[in-house]
Every structure is written in C-alpha cells, then in structure tokens.
C-alpha cells in the first residue's frame, strides 16, 4: 500500500532563524514537508519554478523583491498556485494588496503551530483561510475611504519629509494641487495634520519607513 502524499511547501522569509523555526514545525508534522526556502521575491520566482510545490508561505517585506511582487509574478505564470502570506505587518492594505494579487490565505507570525498547519491545509484544498484578527483588519479596510494613485504617491513623499512645494515638484504638478490632495488625505484618514497621517499611513500599511 502506497504511503499519501505529503503537502510539499516552500518557505519565503528573509529571516533565517524564522524560516528554520517554520520548517521545523512543517516538517515534523507527517502529512507535510518542506521542499524549499528562499530569502526574497526573486530567489521565490526561482525555487517555485524548480519545485513547484503545493503551498508558498511568503513573507511581505523583504529584500531586493518584496512579497506582493513576488506572488504576482508567480500567480502570473503558475495559475494555479496556492500562497499564504505569512508576515507579521497587519497594516489593512498589506492585507488588501497581498490577496488581490493572488494569495489565497493571510496569517500572522504570531499564529500558533496548530493555526499555521491548519492553514497550509485549508489552502491546500483549494480553499481560502484569512485569521479572525486579519479579516477584521480587511473589513475595516473596506470600510473606509479609498486613496486615489496620486493621493498615495502624495502621502508617500510626506513620509519623506518632502514639504507641499517638493512634492509638487517630484510629481510635476503645482503646490495648490498638492495642497488639495493633502486635504483630502487627512479627511480620509480622519487626522488633522501631516505627521499623523504619516502615522497613521505607516499602521496600515500605506507606507514603511
């Protein structure tokens, strides 16, 4: 008699002792194993063309190629494959842009052993998993006004400390359009000045500093 399948899984974590303390915990459970690690996006792309495994947990913040980018490009070309993002930022729109590409399931690092391999196997049958504090975050998100392109481009140059006049230079526009979408940043963010929409911007993921 044939022994199952196990769920074969690649890890993607620029932390090295984070991605042996996963791969542990993956491999001691019988029904997994872990194929591959990679350390960022692009060493992803690569170990998932080599081995193709049945679940990707990807990490969001890395070096050289971040998460998102990463699970685009690979979603692109293997339609069908099945990734987790596995971080331990719980900004709403990291939330928001890690699903709409194309990962099927979100969780926070500080999940427990038992969460994480239930996830890997919810995803692994073809179904989605998003933890009760991640989907709160996600409703949230939805809730809430959207920025434009442009007002987001404007309040990634405030993170920087570019005054109205910069910015309207960086962006070639003019300063009372600056001022205009400044305006309108601190309304949907519901603040009253710049260095608390940067604040604000960087909890949810709208910027990093």
Do not use: W
Request: charged letters at 25%; proline letters at 3%; hydrophobic letters at 40%.
């Amino acid at each position: 008699m044939s022994q199952p399948t196990k769920i074969r899984v690649l890890i993607v974590d620029d932390h090295s002792l984070v991605a042996e303390g996963l791969a542990n915990i993956i491999n001691y459970d019988p029904e997994m194993t872990v194929v591959a690690q990679a350390e960022d996006g692009q060493q992803a792309i690569y170990r998932y063309r080599e081995h193709q495994p049945d679940v990707t947990l990807m990490d969001l913040r890395m070096p050289r190629m971040g998460g998102v980018e990463a699970i685009t490009a690979i979603c692109t070309e293997f339609k069908s494959a099945r990734i987790i993002v596995l971080t331990t930022y719980d900004g709403d729109e990291d939330i928001y842009r890690g699903l709409r590409v194309g990962a099927q399931g979100y969780l926070l690092k500080d999940a427990k052993p038992n969460e994480l391999l239930n996830a890997i196997r919810i995803i692994h049958s073809g179904q989605h998993y998003v933890s009760p504090t991640v989907a709160r975050k996600l409703v949230e998100r939805m809730n809430n006004p959207v920025l434009s392109e442009r007002e987001l481009e404007v309040l990634r140059l405030m993170a920087q400390g570019l005054s109205n006049q910069d910015i309207g230079t960086a962006l070639n526009i003019g300063e009372s359009t600056v001022k205009s979408h400044v305006t309108r940043i601190l309304s949907k963010l519901g603040v009253n000045d710049r260095t608390q929409a940067v604040i604000v911007a960087v909890k949810r993921g709208f910027v990093s500093l």
